[in-house]
């Protein structure tokens, strides 16, 4: 099967079963319009500022991005019908108005709801990085809810089969990075449903930083670990249903699941999560808003080293730091003129996690051009500032530096005085790979 061929496949798996939906919602949209309406306002006369007001929000909620999930339900769940269902969600996974998706599903008499499924940080998302809420009873619902996290393969599979589903319903919300592990949460699970005989339903949101393009180092595989399963780019530039098809037709060719997904409608590629008019829950502790996850993908590079990325502060991946470093890191990474970011010099305390209760010295991103601003890049240079700037500076022991960037090429091309348009012609080739690759799976203009 050629590559076009399983991207028309994608498309048809995406659209197919939910080619009405569209429809569906703009009518539901126009009835509700409708409905909250004032009384029409006597002829010749101006409509008073309140329904100004009202008419301006029903135009904002007309344009929206509508999830897979309101795309599905516009359906009348018709592709979860006659089927024993368990969604792994987590506190993102959300309808338009705020309703969790679990306590919408299981209220439905039209939808099996039999269980739920908990990533990393858990199902309400209580759990910090690197940990889960392990296996409970919902209280709202008295569902179960099972652990997911650290289970992959036949372990994960035996999980699904416990739990009695048909089908696994995946629906949490990504930010775009390759090391954000709820990406790896769906291609483990679509792994093990297809070794326990199960189907999954994708259902998709949007890409919080946009979809424009992929960026930085792709993953080589003996670096492969839950921060990056397969060879794909650090900031990959797609959605989780584009993800799903990727996966199931590049890296699960051999044993494929059954796999759907139900695309969004009115998200495009050039769009901030700030444009789609949807609700922003914070996916895990230390990503609480859009603007965190716009430099996440550079900064949690600090990962790997001794550095301080914010985390314990309320602005987590926005500032890095450590004690001992002045005023000579900001100026050396302006220096670089990097484009849409200044760095400003900044001081803040951990209140956990790396040198908490410390004085940190560092800098603090200010991005000003969101389509210019090239958060890897931002990433790259602040690690080639640093080591210069700070005789401070050292990596992890464990060198997660490479886990995080997918070799060990950064650390080492680093460490020897590489500069960023140097480190970031080293990955080109690979990245020029994965962009021909991924456009074959992408289903949004």
Known sequence: ?????????????????????????AVGTAAAAGAAGTAPAGRGSAPRAADRVRAADRVRAADRVRTGFERLAADGYALLAGQKVGVVTNPTGITADARHLVDVLHADERVDLVAVFGPEHGFRGTAQAGDSEGASRDPATGLPVYDTYDKSGQRLADVFTAAGVDTVVFDIQDVGARFYTYIWTLYDCMRAAALAGKAVVVLDRPNPVGGRRAAGPVLERPYASFVGREPIALAHGMTAAELALLFNGEFLADRPVRLRTVAMSGWRRQSFFGETGLPWVPPSPNMPTPDTALAY?????????????????????????????????????????????WFREAYFTPTFSKHVGKVCGGVRLIVHDREAFDPVRAGIGLLVTARRAWSGFGWRTDHWIDRLTGSDRVRT??????????????????????????GEYLLYE
């Open 1 to 25: 099967m050629t590559l076009s061929r399983r991207g028309v496949l994608g498309l048809a798996g995406a659209l197919g079963s939910v080619g009405t939906a569209g429809a569906v919602g």
């Open 297 to 341: 993908s550079g900064t949690c590079l600090f990962e790997g080293t001794n550095l301080s990325e914010g985390r314990g502060t309320t602005t987590p991946f926005e500032v890095v730091g450590a004690e001992g470093i002045d005023r000579r890191w900001a100026e050396a990474a302006n220096a670089l003129g990097l484009p849409g970011v």
């Open 413 to 438: 091309m680093v460490d020897a005085g590489a500069g960023v348009e140097e480190i970031a012609g080293d990955w080109a080739a690979g990245l020029a790979r994965f962009r021909a690759t991924r």
